[in-house]
């Protein structure tokens, strides 16, 4: 897919990176037959997805770090609408772990037809799209960002890749009803870990004994992660992701948006955030501004 490297595939007027996503690939994943004892965790971009990758996989894998350290993530939990997904899935056995960035519109037909549980991770926005602007200038498949400014507009605009944060929220929190749905942030993860592993455990109906969560815990922080090759992407070629120009396991902080926004642009953000949350009840959003 190194030809597809500044290739953008627009697919019901989002765009996605063409270095990973094909018109095919994409419906593949808007056509994808779910079973119901899938596991989805879908998310916008630099929400927290690569660390609940990691707690559903430790917390199958009852604590044993094994198959973290071993497999690549996108191998074990593969994102559904990147092209290598049908592969990795083909003989797939028992029960899958599946990642998507896809927004509500486009996936919900399929995933209705099941009752594939979906754990939802939202994290402040603010926090996003500095992590998400960090993430462009090291991702060498995704446009060059610009200025932090530049950026921010785009993505309050929602024309960046992969689409509005604000309709990706909006879209999966105001339909959350019709799914078996969890809905986690990013920042209750940095508050209290253990109790958002039990929540998952609970959800997942896989009771852990307290060693067992210790074990999950004691891989899943920040720092073991940032260790872990399987997940740090330093497997990935530097053509591919400039390990020079950054760390895809960055600084994993709640509030780091402080350190980038002026005054102006805080206000900005504040005035578009209001305007576009307003139809989402406000215990929803406590985390996320
Ligand atoms: P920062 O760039 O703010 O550090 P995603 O996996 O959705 O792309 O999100 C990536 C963000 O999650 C990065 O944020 C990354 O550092 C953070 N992250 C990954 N694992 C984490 C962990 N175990 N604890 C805290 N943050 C983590």
């Given amino acids: 897919m190194m030809e597809r490297m500044n290739v953008t595939e627009s697919f019901h007027g989002i765009v996605f990176p063409g270095h990973l996503h094909t018109e095919k690939s994409l419906r593949f994943a808007e056509d994808f037959h779910f079973e119901d004892t899938d596991i989805v965790i879908a998310t916008y971009p630099k929400s927290g997805t690569t660390w609940m990758q990691e707690i559903v996989t430790l917390i199958s894998s009852n604590g ?6 071993t497999i690549p993530n996108w191998a074990r939990a593969p994102w559904l609408e990147q092209f290598y997904s049908k592969d990795v ?7 899958r772990i599946l990642t998507t960035h896809l927004p509500y519109d486009i996936l919900a037909s399929a995933l209705k037809k099941s009752k594939a549980r979906v754990i939802y991770i939202a994290r402040n926005p603010k926090d996003v799209v500095v992590s998400f602007y960090h993430f462009h200038r090291m991702a060498n498949f995704l446009p060059d960002p610009g200025t932090f400014d530049e950026f921010l507009e785009k993505f309050l605009l929602g024309t960046v890749h992969f689409g509005s944060w604000f309709e990706h929220i909006k879209g999966w929190l105001s339909h959350k009803e019709e799914f078996n749905f969890l809905y986690i942030t990013y920042e209750e993860m940095q508050q209290d870990l253990r109790q958002s592993v039990e929540h998952v455990c609970k959800f997942l109906d896989v009771p852990l004994r307290p060693e067992a969560v210790d074990s999950v815990l004691k891989y899943c922080s920040f720092s073991a992660m940032s260790k872990n090759a399987m997940v740090n992407y330093t497997l990935i070629p530097t053509e591919i992701m400039d390990h020079q120009k950054g760390k895809f396991m960055r600084k994993g902080k709640t509030g780091d948006w402080k350190e980038y926004f002026s005054d102006k ?3 900005l953000f504040q005035n578009i955030f209001e305007y576009e949350m307003q139809g989402l009840s406000k215990d929803l959003l406590i985390h996320l501004n």
């Fill in 64 to 69: 044993d770090p094994f198959p973290a350290q």
């Fill in 89 to 95: 899935l083909k003989d797939r056995q028992g029960i």
């Fill in 265 to 267: 642009q805080l206000s």
